[in-house]
Each structure stands twice: as C-alpha cells, then as structure tokens.
C-alpha cells in the first residue's frame, strides 16, 4: 500500500472518530425536524370571514331589500292606501289655481312616509302629476281614483328612470276595481333625481307621477348685467 493511501485512510478515520465525539457531546445542540409551537397560537382559532352581500329579508327595514349589490328589490306591499283614507289627504293647491286638462281626470294620492305627506295630486296641462320629494331606497304608496275608465279595466303601470313596481317589476299592469281605482305601492331606486312612473289606460291616455330622490338642486341666482 502507498504511503499517500494509508495516509488519507487516517485521515478519513480521524475525521469520523471527531465527528462522533462531536455527536456524542452532551452540550451539542440537536437538529430540530420542526421548531416547537406555542401554546397560544394552538390555542387561537382563525376568524370567520364576513359574509359578502346586504341584508337579508327578515332584517331590511322598510318595504324593500338590498341585494349582494346593494341593488333595491321591492316588495309586494301590505300597506296600501285604503279607500277610506283618501279624505284626509290635502289637495295639492297649483300656484293660480288649478291648471287645465282636457283629458280624463286622474286624482294620484300619494303617501311619502319620509316627509309625512299626504297629498292628492291632479294633473297639469301635460298630464304631470306635481313632483313629491323623497328619499333613496324609499317606498311610496298610490291610489289612483279615475273618473271615466270603466271598473276591470287594466292600467299599465311603467317605472321609467328606475325604481320597482311592488313586486319587483319595472312594468306591470294594475286593475280597476268597482270603484275605479287602484292602489300600488313604488319602491325608488338609489339614484339621485327625478323618477316618472308613467299610467297608460288602453284609451291611450298616459300620465306620470314624478318622485325627486335626494336633496332639491339648488336654484341659481340671476343678477341682471349692467
């Protein structure tokens, strides 16, 4: 055997006995496969992540929901304007006097809890019902009292700058009862601004009840130049 082999056989021999000793050393600190965990954090338990979405039917106030978006979705209405009711609702009085209307004459009451009105509106020379101020997501009730539309005859009952028909529906038809009138209730959308829902007999004759969601606008001053 050579030299150099037996002396790197002594070597290797030398280095295996040391790394033992190493080993064996009572002092020597262990290798871990995975650290210790604490007791607190075994303890703690992770949170619920909420849930996404609104409210649900049981816990929404008023005569809507909000969906996951926040979309409003109206309800069927259990609130609505009774026939006995409408003598106490005021006249809504035009400034000069009540304006001209050469079609059928429509009396819209209308019950806007937010600002407790109560009013009956006629229409203008436009077939308009005067503007009723009201609050985002509010729901409104209206009965319709017509004058010569037979009882049993179907009125088209059309939301057009948003809002839900009781019910959810955007457009929806309504019947005369015995009486000739009709009773629905309107839910608003969000939006800020104005929102027509717009009554059509089969005659023809198409009339819209106006509701403001939101503050009024405020009117410009006009100064006159010199």
Do not use: C
């Amino acid at each position: 055997m050579k030299p150099q082999t037996k002396f790197a056989i002594v070597l290797v021999a030398a280095y295996g006995v040391f790394m033992l000793w190493w080993f064996l050393r009572e002092d020597a600190v262990k290798p871990s496969a995975k650290p210790p965990i604490p007791a607190a954090t075994k303890a703690k338990k992770t949170a619920p992540i909420p849930a996404v979405g609104g409210k649900s039917a049981a816990s929404s106030p008023g005569n809507f929901d909000f969906a996951p978006a926040g979309r409003v979705v109206a309800k069927p209405s259990t609130q609505h304007i009774q026939p006995g009711e409408i003598g106490a609702f005021k006249p809504y009085l035009y400034p000069g006097g009540k304006p001209y209307y050469p079609g059928e004459v429509v009396t819209a009451y209308v019950r806007v809890p937010s600002m407790k009105k109560n009013e009956a509106l006629t229409v203008n020379q436009g077939g308009e019902f005067p503007r009723m101020m009201t609050q985002p997501g509010e729901t409104v009730q209206v009965r319709l009292a017509f004058t010569k539309t037979e009882p049993d005859t179907p009125v088209a009952i059309t939301s057009q700058d948003g809002g839900l028909i009781e019910g959810g529906q955007r457009s929806t038809a309504g019947v005369l009862d015995a009486t000739r009138q009709l009773a629905f209730a309107y839910t608003l959308s969000n939006t800020p601004g104005i929102h027509r829902v717009t009554l059509t007999t089969p005659a023809g004759e198409t009339k819209a009840l106006q509701f403001w969601v939101g503050p009024p606008l405020a009117m410009k001053k006009m100064t006159q130049t010199k």
